[in-house]
């Protein structure tokens, strides 16, 4: 029996060390993972690059009020990361009307000798370089992981930081003509990094930016012969993505098709009368861009779409085309009260499953004819077994002490 005793005792103490030494963990791993978010301070130097805009690319000075003057703007920065400035700057020339759409690229000007690599890369970031050895352009990006599948190979920005601090020199001390302020434009050089192209020896300075501009991503899906994303510049033709899809296949409904934009609205488009005229009949262009889905039905069957799992009906859905998260729950008769309301699994007609996090009116994910919505049970704690497990632990952490005491 002491022997037995002395077991809970030492089992009762190793707990309270492992509960210990994961606390500490934590500690130190939480440490890690948020100390490499470094996050803008009064004093610091920001490198600010518009991207295609120049005469908006400038330095600016962190005050001692934690804002910034930019363009006649009074920002709050301190205390935030590089993409919530890149938001802040991003939604300040858009409201001032300045800029349409614009890429913003914000780096801190280290002292240190590095490079800041952006855009359409792997993994964004400022990478250390050496003033002995410095790098060329296609080092700088593959300090970052080399560039992602989106992007445009053609279209790398490298905006030098000397560039920008001499043309401000240049308009602080020449004022333009009617005494306002003249806004610095400094030249950003572009290059072709295409695998057909020479090799060109582009040296990369301290603190320049190089900016890998990203494709837009379209979708052609249903009866095409190659369907999947299409990578374009800017905006394309419906004709033109059913040609890089391969055409129809023999199955396709060739009256009708469904555009989806990137916010979930679909429209019918005629294939006979519309789909090959660069507007419709409200001249309007017709075109896809970065988002849209092009979807093209069969012409002998409507597929269903089915719903399972914690919804009030589920089953199947018989649609002629593809729908939105909402649509779909919608149709099945909404969320059951016991329905996960945050995560859910997309089973696709392929064979492939994905896990998805619902965000109600913001969620655009689609489902294809085919598909499957699964809604799982949200997770509930068993409140009687707790109690019974608490009371336990309590009764012999009690017996535990009292026998130590004596």
């Known amino acids: 029996m002491t022997c037995f005793l002395r077991s809970l005792q030492v089992a009762y103490l190793t707990s309270r060390r492992l509960q210990a030494a994961t606390i500490l963990l934590f500690l130190i791993t939480s440490t890690s993972l948020f100390g490499d978010v470094y996050r803008i301070k009064k004093g610091d130097s920001l490198l600010i690059a518009v991207i295609g805009q120049p005469e908006y690319s400038q330095s600016v000075m962190v005050r001692e009020d934690g804002r910034i003057s930019y363009f006649g703007g009074d920002l709050q920065v301190a205390g935030k990361t590089t993409e919530e400035v890149n938001r802040i700057i991003q939604n300040f020339l858009l409201k001032e009307s300045l800029v349409n759409n614009p890429v913003i690229m914000v780096s801190p000007i280290s002292q240190e000798n590095s490079v800041y690599v952006g855009g359409a ?36 920005q490298l905006i030098r930081f000397n560039a920008i601090t001499q ?21 950003i050089e572009t290059y072709d990094l295409s695998t057909n192209q020479p090799y060109r020896d582009i040296r990369v300075n301290t603190n320049d930016l190089v900016f890998v501009m990203p494709l837009s991503v379209i979708e052609v899906q249903g009866e095409v012969k190659t369907s999947g994303k299409l990578f374009i510049r800017k905006k394309i ?14 199955a396709a409904d060739l009256t009708v098709l469904v555009k989806i934009n990137k916010e ?7 294939v006979t009368e519309q789909f090959w005229k660069p507007t419709d009949k409200n001249g309007t262009e017709i075109s896809l861009s970065d988002g849209d889905v092009l979807f093209v039905p069969n012409a002998f069957k409507i597929e269903p779409i089915y719903v399972t799992g914690y919804v009030r009906t589920p089953g199947a859905q018989r649609v002629r085309g593809p729908l ?5 729950i919608a149709l099945a008769g909404g969320l059951d009260k016991e329905a996960n309301r945050e995560k859910f699994h997309i089973h696709r007609h392929d064979g492939t499953t994905t896990e998805h996090l619902l965000k109600p009116g913001t969620d655009t994910t689609l489902l294809y004819p085919g598909d499957i919505l699964e809604i799982h049970k949200r997770f509930q704690l068993n409140w009687g077994l707790i109690s019974t497990i608490s009371s336990t632990v309590i009764a012999i952490t009690y017996f535990i002490v009292n026998l130590t005491g004596d």
């Open 167 to 187: 043309q401000e020199k240049i308009t602080q001390n020449t004022p333009s003509e009617d005494g306002t302020e003249k806004k610095p434009a400094a030249p």
């Open 237 to 250: 033709s419906i004709a033109d993505a059913l040609a890089r899809a391969g055409g129809f296949t023999e």
């Open 264 to 270: 979930g609205i679909l429209t019918e488009l005629s």
């Open 121 to 156: 890369v792997t993994t964004p970031g400022r990478y250390g370089i050496s003033p002995e050895t410095d790098i060329d352009l296609s080092r700088a990006i593959a300090l970052a992981g080399g560039m992602t599948e989106n992007a445009d190979v053609q279209q790398v």
């Open 324 to 328: 939105t998260l909402q649509k779909a």
